[in-house]
T-cell receptor
C-alpha cells in the first residue's frame, strides 16, 4: 500500500525564517516518484518538484531545497528566508510502479508566513 | 508548460439539480484525465480516472451514478454531479496526464449546493 504522511498540520513562521516541511512515505515498490505541490488560497495546485526513487541527490531551486532520504523514507522540503508569498498549503505526493498515474497525497501542511 | 482549464470556477446550485464541470487540456492531448475531490482543509482524494473513449475507472467508495464522467475527446473530460446535495459541496480538481506520472492540474471548481 502507498501512503504519504505529513505530520505537521500547520506551521507559522516570521518572514525571513527558514522552515522545513516534513514528508514521510510508504511504498513497497522499488520505482516510485515523489512530488511537492503548493496550493495557495486560490486553490490551484502549483507543481514544485518531482523526484524519482533512484535519484537521492538533494535539489536546490532558489530559496527552495529538498532532502530525499530513502533510508528514512523521507522527502523534506525547506524554504530558506521565507516570504509572505510562501503562505500556502503544501502537499507531498507519491506515485508508484503499480500505477504511476495514481497520486497519493499527504494531508498537507499549511504554512503561515507573517510579516 | 502544459495548461489545464476548468469551467466553471465556482458554481452554486440548489439541492436536487445536476451540475456539469468541464476539464480541458489546452495545449496537449490527454488520453487520461483524473478527477479529485478536496474537502475544506483536507487533502485531495482521487475520485476517478477518465480514459478517452472508454468508461471511467472509479475509486472505491465513489458512486458511479452520482458522479458521471465523460471523456469524449483527447482534450475534454466532464464530471456531472447528479442530483446534487449539500454534502456534495466541495472543491473539485481535475488533472490531465501528459505522459506517465506527469500530471497537470486544473485550477479547480468550487461547488456549493444549497
Amino acid at each position: 500500500a502507498q501512503k504519504v504522511t505529513q505530520a505537521q498540520t500547520e506551521i507559522s513562521v516570521v518572514e525571513k525564517e527558514d522552515v522545513t516541511l516534513d514528508c514521510v512515505y510508504e511504498t513497497r515498490d522499488t520505482t516510485y516518484y515523489l512530488f511537492w505541490y503548493k496550493q495557495p488560497p486560490s486553490g490551484e495546485l502549483v507543481f514544485l518538484i518531482r523526484r524519482n526513487s533512484f535519484d537521492e541527490q538533494n535539489e536546490i531551486s532558489g530559496r527552495y531545497s529538498w532532502n530525499f532520504q530513502k533510508s528514512t523514507s523521507s522527502f523534506n522540503f525547506t524554504i530558506t528566508a521565507s516570504q509572505v508569498v510562501d503562505s500556502a498549503v503544501y502537499f507531498c505526493a507519491l506515485s508508484a510502479e503499480y500505477n504511476f498515474n495514481k497520486f497519493y497525497f499527504g494531508s498537507g501542511t499549511k504554512l503561515n508566513v507573517k510579516p | 508548460g502544459a495548461v489545464v482549464s476548468q469551467h466553471p470556477s465556482r458554481v452554486i446550485c440548489k439541492s436536487g439539480t445536476s451540475v456539469k464541470i468541464e476539464c480541458r487540456s489546452l495545449d496537449f492531448q490527454a488520453t487520461t484525465m483524473f478527477w479529485y475531490r478536496q474537502f475544506p482543509k483536507q487533502s485531495l482524494m482521487l475520485m476517478a480516472t477518465s480514459n478517452e473513449g472508454s468508461k471511467a475507472t472509479y475509486e472505491q467508495g465513489v458512486e458511479k451514478d452520482k458522479f458521471l464522467i465523460n471523456h469524449a475527446s483527447l482534450t475534454l473530460s466532464t464530471l456531472t454531479v447528479t442530483s446534487a446535495h449539500p454534502e456534495d459541496s466541495s472543491f473539485y480538481i481535475c488533472s490531465a496526464a501528459l505522459r506517465d506520472n506527469e500530471q497537470f492540474f486544473g485550477p479547480g471548481t468550487r461547488l456549493t449546493v444549497l
